[in-house]
């Protein structure tokens, strides 16, 4: 059996239309904290990570910033709702390497910013069964 190249889910992306509504219900629903809020220019987003439990797992909700975004896109096209699963790895470099070797196309040459100053890349949905997955190395990751 072929080891797993990811180590835990990340996090579960959610595209939101109205951010402060979102983290309003989320932390009024289901009691969840903001651990960490910002805004990614080069991914057209505002994000906010929301912890689950002690899990290490959270959920990201995203908002865009721009009609150009594309989350905004993703919000014409389909609605407020699970946007992405994304998966931890320990080296990005090395997964995305494999990865390729197996067919797997992935949205970037290289990595990009993610969250936090994490390295991230994503596989295309066509890829992927039809879901976008993101991969992300988080910044204390060790190669």
Avoid: C, W
Avoid at 39 to 54: H, P, T, W, Y
Avoid at 55 to 72: R, V
Avoid at 106 to 132: C, M, W
């Amino acid at each position: 059996m072929t080891k797993t190249l990811f180590d835990a889910i990340d996090h579960v992306g959610v595209a939101v239309a109205d951010f402060d509504e979102a983290v309003r219900f989320y932390a009024e629903t289901f009691g969840m904290t903001v651990a960490h809020e910002e805004i990614n220019e080069e991914q057209g987003v505002r994000e906010a990570m929301l912890s689950v439990g002690d899990s290490g797992s959270s959920i990201q909700l995203l908002a865009p910033l721009s009609d150009s975004s594309p989350i905004a896109k993703f919000l014409d096209r389909n609605g407020p709702g699970i946007q992405q699963l994304a998966y931890r790895v320990g080296n990005l470099d090395e997964v995305s390497a494999i990865l390729r070797e197996r067919g797997a196309q992935l949205l970037y040459d290289e990595p990009r910013r993610g969250t936090a100053g994490s390295r991230v890349n994503f596989i295309h949905p066509k890829s992927a069964g039809g879901i976008l997955v993101e991969l992300v190395e988080p910044v204390d990751a060790h190669h």
